[in-house]
């Protein structure tokens, strides 16, 4: 369940730092340094969740499942 929360909140941010980036792009009329800042942020927290998600899988932390999930052996 922690897991579940982790990646919802991180996912929450994902949205927030992108609206975030627009309305500094409309404000600022593209001439500001802001925009560029919250998108790599963006950027940083994708991968970062991106990563999370398959170091999970990998260490079993979080299961596949859907209409064909993938079966890993255990260790």
Do not use: C
């Given at each position: ?27 600022d ?10 998108l ?36």
């Amino acid at each position: 369940m922690l897991s579940k929360i982790l990646i919802i909140s991180v996912f929450v941010a994902i949205l927030y730092t992108l609206a975030s980036s627009f309305y500094f792009l409309v404000k600022d009329q593209g001439d500001g340094e802001r925009t560029v800042r919250r998108l790599s942020w963006r950027v940083g927290l994708s991968m970062a969740l991106v990563l999370a998600l398959w170091g999970g899988f990998h260490l079993g932390i979080i299961e596949p499942q859907g209409v064909n999930p993938v079966q890993y052996p255990s260790p």
